[in-house]
């Protein structure tokens, strides 16, 4: 299997405390870092929290995640975290949403990305749609609705955000790096 979820990575509570440090990351960069990205494929807001000493507790616990999902689950090559930790909100007001993707790409850093942890930030309950699924092939897996849990799957897995048709979605992603697939 290429996908494992961690019940309760983070408490709800530090879920919220990640929504505030990303909009403070936000904040002081003008609202510029990442930006909106409005299209088809994807309709979301992207922030990036900085590795500022407050939230350096938040790429720890997200490291040991996946240290651990690793060495019991995946036995994947990763020897890095190179990108910063991304935060995407989905929005009601544009039917936020992310299409069907890998998150393997051409890019210096995307070429190399071999498991993807995606954290709800948000409660289930705040927001309609807005789901995470990975496909399968054939069947689809819908990743745990409450805040703090977890999902990992191997980069190259299709996977996608169904439209948020009321309320808002925050979530938190990051991905781990090494030697490309072969
Ligand atoms: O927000 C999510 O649940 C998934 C985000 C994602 O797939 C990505 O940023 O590549
Ligand atoms: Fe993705």
């Known amino acids: 299997m290429f996908t494992h ?3 309760g ?4 509570s ?3 405390e990640v929504i505030r440090l990303s909009q403070r990351a936000q904040a002081a ?3 510029l870092v990442g930006g909106l990205h409005h299209h088809n494929i994807r309709r979301a807001t992207i922030a990036w929290l900085d590795d500022g000493a407050d939230a350096a507790w938040v790429m720890t ?12 689950c995946f036995g994947f090559d990763i020897a890095e975290f190179k990108e910063r930790l991304q935060v995407a909100t989905y929005d009601e007001s544009d039917t936020g949403h992310y299409d069907w993707h890998s998150d393997i790409g051409e890019g210096p850093l995307a070429r190399h990305r071999k498991l993807t942890i995606v954290v709800q930030l948000s409660e289930g309950e705040g927001y309609e749609g807005g789901a995470l699924e990975i496909n399968l092939g054939g069947t689809m897996l819908s990743a745990a609705r409450e805040a703090g849990e977890a999902m990992l799957f191997a980069s190259f897995m299709l996977h996608r955000v169904t439209p948020v048709t009321r309320g808002r979605r925050y979530s938190l992603t990051c991905w781990s790096h090494g030697p490309q697939f072969r």
């Open 29 to 31: 960069s003008g609202g």
């Open 9 to 12: 990575l983070f408490s709800s």
């Open 61 to 72: 616990r997200i490291v040991e995640g996946v240290a651990r999902a690793n060495r019991d």
């Open 5 to 7: 979820s961690i019940s």
């Open 14 to 16: 530090e879920a919220q």
